[in-house]
């Protein structure tokens, strides 16, 4: 059950053969291939929608937590403590602030701060809102259901900020530590006031260079040095992909943790600028994707020389729009594979402002799928409860249905001494058998509440799983599904893929077809993600297409 794209289409009107069913073809499959790496679950790449490499001519990389991975802990600490002393020392915030401890357990990507109430909260894909907290304290059920649950959210509204970005966890644990440090000293704290003084003081650090001056001066301290990044761009190239680099770090920054990460990790390139044809700095995405810029071209030492002409392999340029890149380049389309960490900056816009296609990295994934695989015994527990309560319930409703019947027959037709006797057993039985679905339907809820709570609560304790929320994914895991054709950890995971690769998704399913097992497995072209049980909106209009970063 599969439309045909129209690349497809003469072939089909040819009658079809069946060299599938070749003895050659069967031995072929059989067949070990030549020796390769077994792929960990943790490094695959995951498929939204259909991908053929082989059709990709161009990939283009971010560079912060794309090509560039951070020990997360070491740079949000550093964030999280140099955020706290500005705010001391320029904002006149108290000293007692400076005692705080950053907690990396209490912020994820995809958490919202809602600047009105103090508050900290997740949500699901249909923007429901799951947990809650003030401060460090949980929020009782029944507050959050007045705040969140009796009213549509609107996250576009300034109330709220969006936490997608990996440099904006230390910013939300921060405004939640401050909120428990004043309030409990008794003091009263003007919230809306106080994230917007964190946002700009974090801002301030990052764009005044004081932060990265300290990243610059102790580089093994904070970036990670994977030794697979070199070869997997290499077999990209090798591939015959052109490879370009787009950053909103400016050239000096860029030079200094491009050569850390790159520089003499395969002879073939004594340089990192050496793997890709185009560098462009400073490009201050998600605008790049959607204004009009020159691109600027850059000398040796990061001068501004004039706008480019054209753009050349060993060159910095800064700057520039995607139309300006795309006229320059001579590249385009869906012919183009763009890599990035931010679902806003780098992979939204990209999506909405051109036809290419697009790969998050979302380090989050290795951590999460080693603690499913641990807890797959719970995991495997709970779909087999969910199936019996499932059963239970089918039979629950079978046996009340029979209830009124009996109950309709007492007062109807029972008036015979021996006939009511009979329908009285029949009544009594009945119930016996719906009082023990009933206590096996309490006791399989509450073990799969316990089982839940382990494998959420076991993950992190304040919000678990980051792709989850309840049985729904989470608003952050939605966005990758929509906005990412394919997914995975770290770049370096290109390193188990061939750059000929056809990266397939799964067929995407309604529910009704879902239960039909002969159904193809697999989507077609761009198909949309599959899953099971997308929710029903309407795409491309979304009030979530216009929530700006943090």
Known sequence: MRRLDRSSRQEADEPAGDSYRDAEVTALLERHRLPVREVPFARQIFVNRNLRLDKIDVVGFDMDYTLAMYHLRQLEELAFRMTTRRMIDHLGYPEVLAGLAYDPDFVIRGLVVDKQAGNIFKMDRHNHCGRAYHGKRVLPYEEVKRLYREEKIHLSLPRFAWIDTLFALPEACLFAEIIECLEGRGERVPYAKLYDDIRNSIDTVHRDDTLKQIVKADLPRFLVKDLELGPALHKLRSGGKKLFLLTNSFADYTEAVMSFILDGVLPEYPSWKNYFDVILTGAQKPGWFSEERPVLQLSARGEVLGPAAALERGVVYQGGSLHAFERLGGIGGDRVLYVGDHIYGDIL???KSSLWRTCMIVPELEAELAWLEKSSPSLEEMARLEELRARLDDEISVRKAGLNALDRRLERDARDPATRTQVEAERREMKHELEQLRRAVRDADARVRELERAVELGFNKYWGLTFKEGN????????????????????SNFVFYSPMQYLRALRAAMPHER??????PYGEEHAPPAAGARPSKTRGTGADESVPPG
């Open 349 to 351: 816009r990209s999506r």
């Open 472 to 491: 729904e994914n989470s608003r952050f895991g939605e966005q990758i599904e929509d906005y990412a054709c394919i997914y995975t950890s770290r770049v």
């Open 515 to 520: 239960l039909m097992l002969r159904m193809a």
